[in-house]
């Protein structure tokens, strides 16, 4: 289980809708999951949670009906957590309000460092909002894209909300 505490890796996804630096302090603190049931697979290393599934590492608090915790062809995790939605939280330093995110699917690719939200995603801070179908952060690189739903009849357009406070105060 080692791995999954590259799930901190997760708490960059919240700083995208602001200058708030993360709690640095929450990578320190242990990974805490309660879930209904957990199984583990020793010959692939796939450890499953379901039921309520709620796991914190300090103020990260994410919330899913299932957490996946399994390793892809070159032996780096990737960590999946579905809901109806499955929800991010995170108080950033400096921040007033927390950070909510939330999907049907949160994805973490260690190889990638990529954070995807997926299906009716939505990052939402302090009056800031955006949303679109997929929602991708690139660790690397910190660029955060949104894109809508091409592939549905009726096209989801990705909707970002910018608060006149935050515009004003040069946020």
């Known amino acids: 289980m080692m791995k999954a505490q590259r799930i901190s890796v997760l708490l960059l996804l919240l700083g995208l809708l602001g200058s708030s630096t993360l709690l640095a302090a929450d990578t320190n603190h242990p990974i805490e999951i309660t879930a209904d049931t957990a199984m583990r697979e020793e010959p692939s290393g796939k450890t499953t949670y379901r039921g309520d599934v709620v796991l914190t590492q300090g103020s990260l608090e994410i919330r899913a009906d299932s957490l996946v915790f399994s390793f892809d062809s ?5 960590i999946t957590a579905k809901g109806n939605p499955a929800t991010l939280k995170q108080q950033p330093e400096n921040a007033d309000a927390p950070v909510d995110a939330s999907a049907a699917t949160i ?7 990529r954070v995807r939200l997926v299906g009716n995603a939505k990052i939402l801070q ?46």
């Open 74 to 78: 070159d032996n780096t995790t990737l």
């Open 107 to 113: 994805e973490y690719h260690e190889k990638s460092e």
């Open 126 to 171: 302090d009056g800031a909002v955006i949303e679109g179908n997929t929602i991708e952060y690139l660790v690397g690189t910190q660029r955060v894209i949104a894109a809508g739903s091409p592939e549905t009849g009726a096209p989801q357009r990705v909707k970002v909300t910018i608060p006149p406070n935050s515009l004003r105060d040069g946020k």
